[in-house]
């Protein structure tokens, strides 16, 4: 078993057993035992449980087990154009791309194709939890609420709130704002209803952006938000032309940041997107309100929106998580969005002989992105994120190719099983220690390497 430990290091369970009871929660853990049968052993007879009466989890060499990835900005609506953005930057792509493809999922039965589709393939890249922008739709946000509770990933589900009569197209756009508060009110009604106690899904408060917006729906978001303590999502200084927009909008508000505190949108259950253009002094009123940030790397390098500053937001005490933002970004997994994490830290440190050469983010450090931290900006960060007695059993099993099999691994005596068609992109050697182990799992590997996949104990995706 593999989780973060702590920002900067990973802790590696090794010779370990996890039991996991009927409720989804980790009853026990036994760690670095003689070998994976006396840790399983050991752990039956601490609590007293019978074999069948639990599930145990242990593996096989060449193969660990990790905490499913979270997903803190993502647009299932935007499945369908996913790696589609040509030569535009985020203005353009909006209005050629986006809208449209959005407006499509007016249609029920495009909605259906759409989200089951993208929670399966999500799922199947190890994302347990999503915290997704669907559409203006009613109907097709509550349809993507009942696809991931049936296929059962967690996910936080956010009806897009799109007003304003200047950015917004008629054909994709909130008629008025009542109608937009009212709607967000039925989607919250309708998943207060199929999950009384938001186990796997729950609503979100989902403001566009500020451009697409009106005072009058921020500022009713944020009453709901304070009347019923639900998250809000919205996107924050991605791209130059935006924020130029955004200061054109609302000159008296003196930064983006203070347009949604204005409107009372900047709280510790906020989650700002991007945050890429960030000045000093957005950095410490986001840092004093608690507020969250998704860090998109994927989404700003295809659209060339820049280089967000993890490090920087970091050291100012923003909390910080991983986000896919597909389609922006251009591949649903967050293992590729990990990996893009590191080579911008690195283009941010290029060149430079000053501060920003330490802005280099390690592997250890963007897994704790996609897990530890991704669960801090969602809020749940004690339920999700890491293996510890009492949190839920949101995990995937990894698989990389053993060359030559056999006699890998601390615990390794068996041969490797793995079939070099399906074994993906990720060869190890049995000198490679587990360090190396995971960083070739981040550079190289794809959902090739994710076996299985389980939220909240339920098995949710298998390879054939
Ligand atoms: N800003 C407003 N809407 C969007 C969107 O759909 N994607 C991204 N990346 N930025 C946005
Ligand atoms: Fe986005």
Partial sequence: FVHSEARDALKFLLNAAIAVDKQGKIAGIEDARADVNVAKKLL????????DELDIYACKPGQFFFPGFIDT???????????????????????KYVFPTEAKLEDCATADKVYTACVQRTLAHGTTTAAYYATIHVPATKLLADRCLRLGQRAFIGRVCMDDRELCPLYLRDKTSKESLDNTSEIIDYIKHIDPHYEIVSPILTPRFAPACSPTVMSGLAKIHQAQGLPVQTHISENAAEVELVAKRFPDAGSYAKVYDNYGLLTPKTILAHAVHLTEGEAS?????????????????????GEARVRWMWDRGIDVGLGTDMSGGYSPSVLVAARQAVLVSRHLAMG?????????????????????????????????????????????????????????????????????????????????????????????????????????????????
Avoid: M
Avoid at 394 to 403: E, H, T
């Fill in 44 to 51: 039956l007879k601490r609590l007293g449980w019978k074999e």
């Fill in 73 to 95: 900005h993502v647009h299932a609506s935007q499945y369908p154009i996913v790696g589609v953005f040509g030569e535009s930057s985020l203005l353009e792509w909006l209005e």
């Fill in 285 to 305: 009123l986001i840092s004093t309100r608690k507020s969250k940030v998704s860090h998109c790397p994927c989404s700003n390098s295809a659209l060339a929106s």
């Fill in 352 to 464: 430079r002989s000053d501060g920003e050469a330490k802005s280099k983010l390690t592997v250890a450090e963007v897994l704790y992105l996609a897990t530890r931290g991704g669960a801090k900006v969602v809020g749940l960060e004690n339920k999700i994120g890491g293996f510890e007695v009492g949190k839920e059993w949101d995990a995937q099993l990894v698989g990389l190719r053993i060359v030559g099999g056999g006699n890998i691994g601390e615990s390794g005596q068996q041969k490797a099983e793995e079939k070099y068609e399906d074994s993906g992109n990720v060869d190890l050697f049995e000198w490679d220690t587990w360090d190396r182990k995971v960083a070739k799992w981040v550079y190289n590997g794809d959902d090739r390497n994710t076996k299985k996949v389980w939220v909240k104990g339920r098995l949710v995706h298998q390879r054939p």
